[in-house]
């Protein structure tokens, strides 16, 4: 994930109020951020203290045990729109260490590949009813009914993944690929 994906979550996050580091990581995790956004949780505390050196945030309160609450800045609150409506039309090409893998599949005996493609299946099966049940238990948590759609998102892209592997298995096996 782009810094810049980090920072508009993070600066997203705050237009609901102050909150200091853990609340933001909690609320992105109860989202689901874990399963479209790979969030580096360690770097809020760094994006944080980076945003508000840069003006786009500011400390209301220096707590106890280190829990700094930040607050929007109006900079802050430019820069999460600006960097929203810049996400909303960049299409950037989702890099994916599979697709790498894929681009070598001539390299690996047929055994070896019928093998590393039956792993790859279950591992997106079981990928994807990860994502069914987050769907189905953060409801109870009060995550709003938007962010299901980033979700959903993630699920369509990996069942998209799930029936190319099916799909290119069933050449491997007829000895139509590679």
């Known amino acids: 994930m782009s810094v810049s994906s980090t920072r508009i979550l993070i600066l997203g996050t705050l237009l609901d109020g102050p909150l200091n580091g853990y609340q933001i990581r909690r609320r992105l995790e109860l989202w689901g951020t874990d399963n479209w956004a790979n969030v580096a949780f360690g770097s809020i505390y760094h994006g944080l203290s980076k945003m508000a050196d840069e003006g786009l945030?500011?400390?209301v309160e220096s707590g106890k045990g280190g829990k700094t609450v930040y607050a929007l800045t109006d900079d802050g609150r430019f820069e999460f729109h600006h960097q929203l409506m810049a996400n909303w039309g960049e299409i950037k090409p989702i890099v994916d260490p599979f697709q790498v893998a894929v681009t070598y599949l001539d390299r690996l005996p047929r055994e070896q590949l019928v093998e590393v493609l039956g792993i790859r299946i279950e591992q997106t099966r079981l990928a994807v009813a990860g994502i069914?049940?987050?769907?189905?238990?953060?409801?109870r948590f009060g995550a709003p009914k938007h962010i299901d759609e980033n979700l959903r998102l993630a699920q369509a892209m990996l069942a998209a993944q799930l029936d190319w592997c099916v799909q290119a298995l069933a050449k491997v096996e007829a000895d139509e690929l590679p």
């Open 132 to 139: 069914e049940r987050t769907l189905s238990t953060k409801a």
């Open 57 to 59: 945030l500011e400390i």
